[in-house]
């Protein structure tokens, strides 16, 4: 959110060239505390956004947020029919391998790398 002007104009690009992406963005900001115009204007531009700092003694492995005091805030309706799985799912990797390189998808488990 520190750089929101800029952010929001890549966003505008990107739907303008793909315009079936969702848009996503965390910030470690409550977004009660996101006052000014040009978060405002982000905030408008996305799909979901996820506040709140992480805390990692609240991690509890559970939907997209990473820990369990952050929100998710549904500013479009696009992602609306996940909101469950989006909030509630236990988190998971998949991992694609190729001849040339190994791709990791998915957000993984606390301590899965360890």
Known sequence: MLQAESLCKLVSIMKHKRPELTFICFTGFNREDLTSFSQQQLIDSIDLLIDGPYI???????????SSNQRLHFISDRLL??????????????????????????????????
């Open 81 to 114: 029919s996940f909101k469950d799985e989006l909030e509630q799912k236990s988190r998971n990797v998949e991992f694609h391998i190729h001849a040339d390189k190994t791709v990791a998808y998915g957000i993984p488990k606390k301590g899965m790398f360890n």
């Open 56 to 66: 990692d003694q609240l991690n509890d492995g559970k939907g997209l947020r990473g």
